[in-house]
């Protein structure tokens, strides 16, 4: 049987190139997995993109369309999400997963969503609204431009938050590597929910300050209530970025996520 494709799709303000410590090594042991530049993400540090902030439907038709080009080459694929990108990465599955391309004769898609302390909204709500009742002090402070762009506005408060479990220094230097974020990305409301049907791991960071255990939790008992199947959930004690703080369990992690099919 041959292994799975895996399309990782980054959180709010994240490059794909931040999360090479665990797509190489995973890459070096014969999976084919790469990282998505998702539309809602600017290009650069500190910069968004030319024209009007895109939404999170655009990250999700970016999503779906890499998927559907693997899964007509026969593929079965995994998406591994983090943070924010649990949020399209949900919306994109429709039509893709492989029992319903199955049903309709073609072979390959999606066979399971793997989160990675991830956005996970019930249908009809919006990424911003998981987030709304966090202490003053656990939410992240944005100026938004007249483009509908996101600027942190206080660095050293988004640091301990996002990087609670690193230096101080370091996660400053990371968010400074930072591109703007789209606005709007956090208030388009969930039209589609694939964890309902389709098979769901959950990799829970018991540190995470961002989107806390307690959140993390309550969108594992909302798949699991929707889907009526259990999620398969593995504990690492790392903040909201494991993929800086602990990238060898990340790693493993996605090596056992893979190694289901």
């Known amino acids: ?6 399309l990782l799709i980054p959180g709010a303000s994240a490059l794909p190139e931040f999360y090479d410590s665990v797509v190489d090594p995973v890459k070096a042991k014969g999976y084919d997995i790469r990282g998505l530049h998702m539309p809602s993400v600017g290009l650069e540090a500190g910069a968004g993109r030319k024209g009007s902030s895109p939404s999170m439907f655009d990250d999700a038709a970016l999503i779906a369309n890499e998927v559907e ?34 049903e309709k004769g073609k072979s390959g898609g999606i066979v399971r969503i ?6 996970v909204p019930a249908v009809g709500t919006a990424a911003m609204s998981v987030l709304a009742d966090l202490p003053k ?19 050293s408060r988004s640091a301990a938050v996002t990087f ?34 389709i098979p769901v791991s959950y990799l829970l960071c018991e540190g995470d300050l961002c989107i806390p255990a307690h959140k993390q939790k309550a969108g594992i008992e909302l798949i699991e209530k929707e889907s009526g199947k259990k999620v398969d959930v593995t504990y690492i004690k790392a903040g909201h ?7 060898q369990e990340v790693v493993d992690w996605i090596l056992g996520v893979a190694g289901k099919h």
């Not at 709007?184 to 969930?190: A, D, G, K, R």
């Open 164 to 197: 609670s479990d690193i230096s101080k220094e370091e996660g400053e230097i990371w968010i400074k590597k930072f591109p703007l974020h789209s606005a709007v990305s956090f208030t388009n409301e969930l039209t589609h929910a694939g964890y309902k049907t």
């Open 1 to 6: 049987m041959s292994r799975p494709s895996i």
């Open 137 to 155: 002090n656990q939410q992240l402070d944005f100026r938004i431009d007249e483009q509908g762009w996101m600027h942190h506005v206080d660095v």
């Open 241 to 247: 970025c494991p993929m800086i703080s602990k990238p």
């Open 69 to 102: 080009k693997l899964a007509d080459e026969g593929k079965d694929v995994i998406l591994i999400t983090h943070s924010y990108g649990g949020v399209p990465a949900t919306q994109s599955t429709k039509g893709l997963s492989k029992e319903e391309r199955h």
């Open 114 to 119: 793997a989160y990675i302390t991830s956005l």
